[in-house]
């Protein structure tokens, strides 16, 4: 198992920029799937971004493609988000998730969770 702590999250104006972290301790970070999803209120879990194992390869959703990077840093158990160009529809809070084998879109598939950080954007 692997406990994942989201940090970054804050209240920003539409067009500003924020750089979301998530810690993972407990497990070995380079072998899981590493992704972003976000959950706004009455919504579903919807995925934004996911990046494999060694960092060769993303994915986006379509709503936050041109804007927002997912990268991580395997010496310091890290992935990031971040988020330029903001807009009131980010509004959120937003998990990061990992998987040892998954590296889709699909919430359920992922068996690692963290708590969440609240991303709100002001119009």
């Known amino acids: 198992q692997v406990q994942l702590v989201e940090s970054g999250g804050g209240l920003v104006q539409a067009g500003d920029s924020l750089r979301l972290s998530c810690a993972a301790s407990?497990?070995?970070?380079?072998?899981?799937?590493m992704a972003w999803f976000r959950q706004a209120p009455g919504k579903e879990r919807e995925f934004v971004a996911s990046i494999t194992r060694s960092g060769g390869s993303t994915s986006y959703a379509d709503s936050v493609k041109g804007r927002f990077t997912i990268s991580r840093d395997n010496t310091k158990n890290t992935v990031y988000l971040q988020m330029n160009s903001l807009k009131p529809e980010d509004t959120a809070v937003y998990y990061c998730?990992?998987?040892?084998?998954?590296?889709?879109?699909?919430?359920?598939?992922?068996?690692?969770w963290g708590q969440g950080t609240q991303v709100t954007v002001s119009s």
């Open positions: 407990g497990g070995t970070f380079r072998r899981y799937v």
């Open positions: 998730a990992a998987d040892i084998a998954y590296s889709g879109s699909q919430h359920e598939k992922y068996d690692n």
